[in-house]
């Protein structure tokens, strides 16, 4: 009786332990160490992403102050440009120079406008603002007061009342004779929509706001904040309270806000304004969300190894990790630099077409944003760089050729020269033909250096004033001091009347200096050098061609002035 019973429980046993019953097993056996160890992972990596989290936000927070600065920056460049504009010549012919050098492709400038010291718009981009009184702006007052770039914070346009925020930069930095003020109005939904990265994410807000606290920009999902002040918003009251307290350009904090939450803050300036991008990280709601990705990774993980034990894994390689590798291989060649790097849509299965259609999309349009951006920088370089007047290069494309032919005449242990050229007794020339004569007069100079620079492989630039310069690479004291001579009758051929000279025609004084750059020196020697030749060229009644010297002054790094 007994072996009957054991017999019938060997079948109910092996009926138990039937395949299918084997298999699980043969799966807990294999699946239960890597459940445990990718647990414990997890565990370990939930830390992590907390902290990573907070690193990514404060790095789109950096990022994004970036690009503001950016804007600000290209602000300030075309500011300045127009000053020059401004300083080289009369209103209605700046204004004329203005609206055609104007870019097309800076939409955030919604207008230039040159503005009188008593605060009257005189010329503009937009018509509807010439005679617009900005006197009583305080941007104005401060951009007159300090002499530099002013950006203002947030108002309201006077001629359609719309919210903006202004720029000035005054011409007098350029020249000081001059007292006008150029004056840029900035489109602020440019501002929002360079900060769109920043939108949509759970549990951040994301907002730019000036001096006083009042939003100037923000990403789509926080767009109803813009023009409202932090401190009429109660949970982001005590965000701007902690943002604007502390005087660092840059900085994270943690606190606990007024409604119990544990929040991280990011914050920085954009370089050249008043203004903060303040990035606000509530850690509760990122938390929750990644314990929701931790559950949901468990379960991932339960059945793909379930999976695995199938024989799915062969059609997840071709279904999902072979896709997703040439999408990345594809990517990567394009963060490398390769902008033709496109998805083929045909290799892919079908649910990974829109991704690879979005991807090719946002390739296409960053290729061309790197075009137009390269573009406008060659533009603005340009621009800065070449005196509108003479059509020569200005004092700061001089200063930067100069650094050029230094660097390289010190490599090659070659000679450099320089002419000081000074028109002779041109402010008598001005007082008695008037401005628009006396600008005539720099332009015919200017075309005339111009040619001689040609002729002899220099760089002829226009120094600021009636004064000029002409730098010579490999070129000995005697050859300097021949094309000194040549400046000096080619500018007596011209003739100009100048009926106050006592040769009644426009002659120039020039100053030579000859050296060999050495790491002792700096290029300024060479700038002191020939405008101490000039200096001495006018002492000797002008219309004079004088060196340096040809005595050697060799200082301790062994250069001779005009050796």
Same mark, same amino acid.
């Given at each position: 009786?007994?072996?009957?019973?054991?017999?019938r429980?060997?079948?109910?046993?092996?009926?138990?332990?039937?395949?299918?019953?084997?298999?699980?097993?043969?799966?807990?056996?294999?699946?239960?160490?890597l459940?445990?160890?990718?647990?414990?992972t997890?565990?370990?990596?939930?830390?992590?992403?907390?902290?990573?989290?907070?690193?990514?936000?404060a790095?789109?927070?950096?990022?994004?102050a970036?690009?503001q600065?950016?804007?600000?920056?290209?602000?300030?460049?075309?500011?300045?440009?127009?000053?020059y504009?401004?300083?080289?010549?009369?209103?209605?012919?700046?204004?004329e120079?203005?609206?055609?050098? @104007?870019?097309?492709?800076?939409p955030?400038?919604?207008?230039?406008?040159?503005?009188?010291a008593?605060?009257?718009?005189?010329c503009?981009?937009?018509?509807?603002?010439?005679?617009?009184?900005?006197?009583?702006?305080?941007?104005?007052?401060?951009?007159?007061?300090?002499?530099g770039?002013?950006?203002?914070?947030?108002?309201?346009?006077?001629?359609?009342?719309r919210?903006?925020?202004?720029?000035?930069?005054?011409v007098?930095?350029i020249?000081?004779?001059?007292?006008?003020?150029?004056?840029?109005g900035?489109n602020?939904?440019?501002l929002?929509?360079?900060?769109?990265?920043?939108?949509?994410?759970?549990?951040?807000?994301?907002?730019?706001v000036?001096?006083?606290?009042?939003v100037?920009?923000?990403p789509?999902?926080?767009?109803?904040l813009i023009?409202?002040?932090?401190?009429?918003?109660?949970?982001?009251?005590?965000?701007?309270e902690?943002?604007?307290s502390?005087?660092e350009?840059?900085?994270s904090? /943690?606190?606990?806000?007024?409604d119990?939450t544990?929040?991280?803050?990011?914050?920085?300036?954009?370089?050249?304004?008043?203004?903060?991008?303040?990035?606000?990280?509530?850690?509760?709601?990122?938390?929750?969300a990644?314990?929701?990705?931790?559950?949901?990774?468990?379960?991932? @993980?339960?059945?793909?190894?379930?999976?695995v034990?199938? =024989?799915?894994?062969?059609?997840?390689?071709?279904?999902?990790?072979?896709?997703?590798?040439?999408?990345t291989?594809?990517?990567?060649?394009?963060g490398?630099?390769?902008?033709?790097?496109?998805?083929?849509?045909?290799?892919?299965?079908?649910?990974?077409?829109?991704?690879?259609?979005?991807?090719?999309?946002?390739?296409?349009?960053?290729?061309?944003?790197?075009?137009?951006?390269?573009?406008?920088?060659?533009?603005?370089?340009?621009?800065?760089?070449?005196?509108m007047?003479?059509?020569? =290069?200005?004092?700061?494309?001089?200063?930067?050729?100069?650094?050029?032919e230094?660097m390289r005449?010190?490599?090659?242990g070659?000679?450099?020269?320089? @002419?000081?050229i000074?028109v002779?007794?041109?402010?008598?020339?001005?007082?008695?033909?008037?401005?628009?004569?006396?600008?005539?007069?720099?332009?015919?100079?200017?075309?005339?250096?111009?040619?001689?620079a040609?002729?002899?492989?220099?760089?002829?630039?226009?120094?600021g004033?009636?004064?000029?310069?002409?730098? @010579?690479?490999?070129?000995?004291?005697?050859r300097?001091l021949?094309? =000194?001579?040549?400046?000096?009758?080619?500018?007596?051929?011209?003739?100009?009347p100048?009926?106050?000279? /006592?040769?009644?025609?426009?002659?120039?004084?020039?100053g030579?200096?000859?050296?060999?750059?050495?790491?002792?020196?700096?290029?300024?020697?060479?700038?002191?050098?020939?405008?101490?030749?000039?200096?001495a060229?006018?002492?000797?009644?002008?219309?004079?061609?004088?060196?340096? =010297?040809f005595?050697?002054?060799?200082?301790?790094?062994g250069?001779?002035?005009?050796?």
């Amino acid at each position: 009786m007994s072996g009957v019973t054991f017999n019938r429980n060997r079948i109910k046993l092996k009926k138990l332990m039937g395949i299918r019953a084997r298999l699980v097993m043969l799966a807990l056996l294999v699946v239960a160490p890597l459940m445990l160890d990718r647990v414990r992972t997890l565990e370990n990596d939930r830390a992590k992403q907390i902290a990573q989290a907070a690193k990514e936000y404060a790095n789109l927070t950096h990022h994004a102050a970036e690009t503001q600065r950016e804007v600000v920056s290209s602000v300030e460049t075309m500011l300045k440009s127009a000053a020059y504009i401004r300083a080289s010549g009369g209103i209605a012919r700046s204004c004329e120079v203005l609206r055609a050098s @104007l870019p097309t492709n800076l939409p955030w400038i919604r207008s230039i406008m040159f503005v009188s010291a008593d605060g009257l718009v005189q010329c503009s981009t937009l018509n509807i603002q010439v005679g617009l009184d900005l006197g009583d702006r305080s941007y104005f007052r401060k951009a007159r007061q300090t002499g530099g770039f002013v950006f203002s914070d947030y108002l309201f346009g006077k001629t359609n009342g719309r919210p903006m925020m202004m720029a000035a930069y005054p011409v007098a930095a350029i020249n000081p004779e001059h007292d006008a003020v150029v004056v840029a109005g900035i489109n602020i939904d440019w501002l929002s929509q360079i900060m769109t990265n920043l939108g949509g994410r759970p549990g951040m807000s994301a907002v730019l706001v000036d001096s006083t606290g009042v939003v100037i920009a923000a990403p789509a999902d926080h767009a109803s904040l813009i023009g409202r002040s932090l401190d009429t918003v109660p949970l982001m009251a005590a965000i701007a309270e902690k943002a604007l307290s502390f005087d660092e350009p840059s900085g994270s904090v /943690s606190f606990t806000a007024s409604d119990g939450t544990q929040r991280t803050l990011s914050f920085a300036r954009i370089a050249g304004t008043q203004s903060r991008l303040i990035v606000s990280m509530d850690e509760a709601e990122v938390t929750a969300a990644i314990n929701q990705a931790i559950r949901t990774a468990y379960l991932e @993980l339960a059945f793909a190894c379930l999976f695995v034990l199938f =024989g799915a894994l062969v059609g997840a390689e071709k279904l999902i990790i072979n896709p997703i590798e040439l999408m990345t291989g594809m990517a990567r060649r394009f963060g490398e630099g390769d902008w033709s790097a496109r998805v083929v849509k045909h290799r892919l299965p079908s649910e990974f077409i829109p991704l690879a259609r979005a991807f090719n999309t946002m390739a296409a349009q960053l290729s061309q944003r790197e075009r137009e951006l390269v573009a406008t920088n060659d533009s603005l370089t340009v621009m800065a760089s070449i005196d509108m007047l003479s059509g020569l =290069g200005n004092r700061r494309g001089f200063q930067g050729r100069l650094d050029f032919e230094w660097m390289r005449a010190q490599q090659y242990g070659s000679e450099l020269s320089l @002419l000081m050229i000074d028109v002779d007794h041109f402010k008598l020339f001005n007082d008695t033909y008037g401005h628009p004569e006396g600008d005539a007069c720099l332009a015919r100079i200017g075309e005339t250096l111009a040619g001689i620079a040609a002729d002899t492989m220099g760089f002829a630039a226009r120094y600021g004033g009636e004064e000029f310069c002409l730098l @010579l690479p490999n070129t000995g004291p005697a050859r300097a001091l021949a094309i =000194g001579e040549t400046v000096r009758t080619a500018v007596l051929g011209l003739g100009l009347p100048h009926r106050t000279s /006592s040769h009644a025609i426009v002659t120039v004084s020039v100053g030579v200096a000859t050296g060999k750059p050495t790491d002792a020196l700096r290029p300024g020697d060479l700038i002191e050098a020939a405008d101490a030749a000039l200096y001495a060229a006018k002492h000797r009644g002008r219309n004079a061609v004088v060196d340096h =010297g040809f005595v050697q002054m060799v200082d301790e790094a062994g250069m001779a002035l005009a050796s």
